[in-house]
């Protein structure tokens, strides 16, 4: 049970982490990115193939992330010329592009048959492990909430809320948005890539079909359910969409004849009646504040 | 040679069965400015309720196709009704996620009455004609035909009816046009009726290419999404052009990245667009930035 407990403890952590990442993006700056679980997968894989040429894990992580912000780099000078919901599509696409890439370059990633045996986080503790990668987490998830409402409160954060409220009369003032933008845009990701290495190295085994859109959108439902433009929208909202997965699971054991296949679209039915009815009737989420 | 031509007939007709839905995504862009994301996912439900109408016994497939139609345009409009004109006031990531959810519901509904499994429709079997290696199979001109068809309708309803003139007066301004005494609501009712529409029917052509299956619609997502910023946002004539260019391209890239690079291509193909010609081959610059 407490082995349960903690595995559940892990992948809340590891989401939190893409919902801060997006909380940046998004919540601060406006930039609608669609594409989160590129860069997750990009943090995945990164880790994961350097750890299996004996890269030890905390390089493999730090690789993680610079790979995953140098990736997105293209991607957020390209936002700085669209408007908010083509850099949405632009990103959607990315990430679908990844994600065939990781399946086809057999050379690189194996292809479908993903990545077998890689190396547990904290293996040297044994049993103790994963209780060693919880509280790692749990410091890496505070610190990154710290380092944002430090951002946030920052004049650099009100540089950035401004962004999102209006860019033209931020130009009129002489400041410039765009390198503002590209860099948050690379933050998130290099967030994203982090838990991606947290993931790989938590469940030792990744494949394509774990970095499908669906998981972009759980994250957008975890920020859009808590509030977005706030840290405890993040931390709320993503343990509101825990409590909602692992509550599947169980509803799946109590009641009879129903299978995995029904579940999933049950899951893939509430994430899509959620994001409707909160941007329908609670756009600023169940802990934000109100938004004009 | 056989190969490249056989290749660009496929590429051609591909890109006339894209056109539909690059066109409903187009209209309503220009429209309610912004991408309606659920337009894949109407597509494959009009793909489902034709497969399920020839399942409960409706003898011809024009026919099960042409309720199905019926259904998905109605599904199409209540939604706007109950979702998206409520949104039209908010930024439009709100309209833009609502059609994420609406996308999703519409899939999952599908998968958990229909499940996973690949269906097709009843078909005739035909045999191709064989012209010297160049392949033409006569389904494969029906759909061409039908797509063609449904092209030609939307294009008389929107420049040759008081109701086409009217939403291109919407499109281009629509405080100007409310000024000049037209009543929006009914209008895009009767928009939204049309693209369903014509999302459905681009969904049943595409399943009878290939094989129906809940990703079938949202698959073609990016490809439609990529061939409107290709032809030019909010521009008709140019989601059609950009549909078939994009889908030529993705057909005649087979030999040599593969047919699963067809996607990424797209992506590629929609990153370039908007990074050298962002107002596209037809479109208006200041619907993009």
Same mark, same amino acid.
Not at chain 1, 26 to 36: A, D, E
Not at chain 1, 209 to 213: A, D, G, K, L
Not at chain 1, 255 to 258: A, T, Y
């Given at each position: 049970m407490t082995a349960y407990l903690m595995s559940i403890g892990i992948v809340v952590l590891i989401y939190a982490l893409l919902t801060l990442g997006l909380n940046l993006q998004?919540?601060?700056?406006?930039?609608?990115?669609?594409?989160?679980v590129a860069f997750f997968a990009i943090g995945a894989y990164t880790s994961g193939l350097l750890s299996l040429k004996g890269v030890p894990l905390p390089l493999s992580f730090l690789a993680a992330m610079i790979v995953a912000a140098l990736a997105a780099l293209p991607i957020g000078l390209l936002s700085l010329r669209l408007r908010e919901d083509y850099l949405a599509i632009v990103t959607l696409g990315f990430s679908e592009a990844i994600r065939i890439t990781i399946q086809q370059e057999e050379w690189l990633t194996n292809g479908v048959q993903g990545l077998p045996g890689l190396p547990k986080a904290f293996a040297s503790l044994g049993g103790n492990s994963d209780l060693a990668l919880f509280v790692t987490l749990v410091l890496v998830t505070a610190l990154t909430a710290w380092g944002t409402l430090r951002l946030t409160r920052s004049p650099l954060g009100r540089l950035l809320r401004a962004i999102g409220d209006d860019e033209t009369a931020l130009m009129a003032l002489g400041k410039d948005p765009a390198r503002f933008k590209v860099q948050i845009f690379m933050l998130g990701a290099a967030l994203a890539g982090l838990g991606g290495a947290f993931y790989a190295h938590f469940i030792t085994f990744i494949t394509p079909? *774990?970095?499908?859109?669906l998981v972009t959108f759980y994250v957008w439902m975890s920020l859009i359910m808590g509030g977005a433009g706030t840290v405890r929208g993040a931390i709320g909202g993503t343990a509101l969409l825990m409590i909602f997965l692992e509550g599947s699971r169980f509803a799946k054991d109590l009641?009879?004849?129903?299978s995995e296949v029904h579940m999933a679209s049950v899951r893939l039915a509430v994430v899509g009646l959620a994001l409707i009815l909160f941007t329908l009737?609670?756009? *600023?989420?169940?802990?934000g504040k109100r938004q004009a | 040679m056989t190969e490249f031509l056989n290749l660009l007939i496929n590429g051609l007709i591909e890109g006339l069965v894209v056109a539909l839905p690059a066109l409903a995504m187009t209209l309503v862009m220009g429209v309610n400015r912004f991408p309606n994301a659920a337009t894949g996912d109407f597509m494959t439900a009009g793909a489902y309720a034709t497969i399920g109408l020839q399942l409960a016994g409706v003898p011809s497939l024009i026919l099960a196709a042409l309720i199905g139609a019926l259904a998905i345009a109605a599904t199409s409009a209540a939604s706007y009704f109950l979702i998206f004109r409520k949104l039209a006031r908010q930024p439009m990531v709100a309209s833009l996620l609502a059609a994420i959810g609406l996308g999703f519901l519409i899939r999952s509904l599908i998968s958990l009455f229909a499940g996973h499994d690949q269906r097709t429709f009843q078909l005739p079997l035909v045999r191709a004609w064989n012209f010297n290696g160049v392949r033409i199979l006569p389904t494969d001109l029906a759909i061409a035909g039908t797509a063609l068809a449904c092209l030609a309708v939307v294009f008389i309803l929107l420049y040759k009816t008081s109701f086409g003139r009217q939403l291109r007066a919407v499109a281009d301004s629509a405080d100007l046009a409310r000024a000049s005494g037209i009543r929006a609501r009914g209008l895009l009712v009767s928009l939204w009726l049309l693209v369903g529409a014509l999302s459905s029917i681009g969904g049943v052509l595409l399943g009878m290419k290939a094989v129906v299956m809940p990703d079938l619609g949202w698959e073609h997502l990016i490809p439609a999404f990529a061939a409107m910023v290709l032809g030019g946002i909010g521009s008709p004539v140019g989601a059609v052009v950009g549909a078939v260019l994009l889908c030529v391209a993705q057909e005649l890239s087979v030999p040599l990245?593969?047919?699963?690079y067809k996607l990424v291509l797209a992506f590629g193909v929609l990153a370039v667009a908007l990074l050298i010609r962002p107002a596209g081959l037809f479109g208006r610059i200041e619907l993009v930035r």
């Open positions: 998004f919540g601060l700056t406006r930039l609608v990115n669609f594409g989160i079909e *774990q970095f499908i859109p009641i009879p004849g129903v009737y609670r756009p *600023q989420g169940m802990f | 990245l593969g047919a699963s």
